[in-house]
């Protein structure tokens, strides 16, 4: 592991305060002086690259956050674990998922019942709502969009969760992890695939979600082979 440490000399933290540090909208600041996504931010995105983050703080004694991530991977071992992750494979668990284009919902749903997954689809928000209360109780995955028509990937997971709080969720999209703290979504089980995006990765990252711990180590987002989403040959 790499570990970037960073210090300051400020007036520390409590154990309360160290405990919500990285909840979205927490913060210790006079209102209007911030927002308290900084640090909900950093969580998501270090989590997302398989890191970890820990604090050394005390009050009147300033803090340090020490943030471990997995070391490099070169070019030929990430062939190698792209390789290794296609070959990954589930037990006929249940995956919702949730995407407003066709073409899109399609092509995972291929990837995911050739891995052995039971896949229900949805085009939209308020269909996936309809197909959860039905099998609430088999889903183990859900697996949305971000930006769709209606109801978004975001409200949908905090609709879903209300009655599954730790539901697994994979947001595929083109944005970002800062568009899902931004609306207020507890970063913790939480996963974001960005499009386009080789089977290898979904199958991994799905994998990781259902069955928490690493499965293999994270892949870089770039150098990927020349098979993505939506193209994966047939």
Sequence with gaps: RVAISVSDKGTGM????????????????????????????????VTQAGGTIEIDSSPGAGSTFTIF????????????????????TGSGETVLVVDDEA????AMSKILRRGSYRVLEAASGEEAVSLFEKGADDIRLLITDIVMPGMN??????????????LPVIFASGYGFEALTAQGLDPS?????????HR????????????????LSPLDSQSRPPVVMGREGG
């Design 103 to 106: 073409a899109v919902r399609s």
């Design 200 to 215: 290898a990765e979904l199958l991994g990252a799905v994998a990781r979600a259902i069955s928490p711990g690493p499965i």
């Design 14 to 45: 409590t154990d309360d305060v160290k405990r919500k540090v990285f909840d979205p909208f927490f913060t210790t600041k006079e209102q209007g002086k911030g927002t308290g996504l900084g640090l909900s931010i950093v969580y998501g995105a």
């Design 69 to 88: 991530l997995p070391h490099y991977v070169t070019n030929t071992e990430r062939g190698n674990l792209y390789e290794e992750l296609t070959h990954v």
């Design 189 to 197: 089980n939480l996963r974001i695939v960005s499009k386009p995006f």
């Design 153 to 166: 990937g975001p409200q949908l997971c905090v609709l879903l969760r209300k009655n599954r709080p730790d």
